[in-house]
Nanobody
Framework: VQLQASGGGLVQSGGSLRLSCAASRRTSSNNAMGWFRQAPGKEREFVGSISWRGETTIYADNVRGRFTISRDNAKNTVYLQMNTLKPEDTAIYYC?????????????????WGQGTLVTVSS
């Protein structure tokens, strides 16, 4: 599975962006999908994850209430709507897929990774 993240860019504090992650195909499993981010000099961290059918989402505490994950399985695409952005949200955002239908917050649980898209939030 190849994952292509897009939609990053420069936005002012308080603004919004929507990231997209397009998968080349499904794996043999129904894939839960996740978003992670990595800021300069920091480790990659969990942002959020969505189950295969979209009925379950989980979020990191620092984005809950501001970010929303959704998916369109007909298009093999997952979205990350980011609202009320803060300078500390600046990072490269990665999408990832699990060979399992349940969302998980742990990086090691993900089997496929995209190349990342840069989000910069100015103060």
């Amino acid at each position: 599975v190849q994952l292509q993240a897009s939609g990053g860019g420069l936005v002012q504090s308080g603004g919004s962006l929507r990231l997209s992650c397009a998968a080349s195909r499904r794996t043999s499993s129904n894939n839960a999908m996740g978003w992670f981010r990595q800021a300069p000099g920091k480790e990659r961290e969990f942002v959020g994850s969505i189950s295969w059918r979209g009925e379950t989402t989980i979020y990191a505490d620092n984005v809950r209430g501001r970010f929303t994950i959704s998916r369109d399985n007909a298009k093999n695409t997952v979205y990350l709507q980011m609202n009320t952005l803060k300078p500390e949200d600046t990072a490269i955002y990665y999408c990832a897929a699990r060979a399992d239908s349940s969302p998980r917050p742990h990086l090691i649980r993900y089997d496929f990774w995209g190349q990342g898209t840069l989000v910069t939030v100015s103060s």
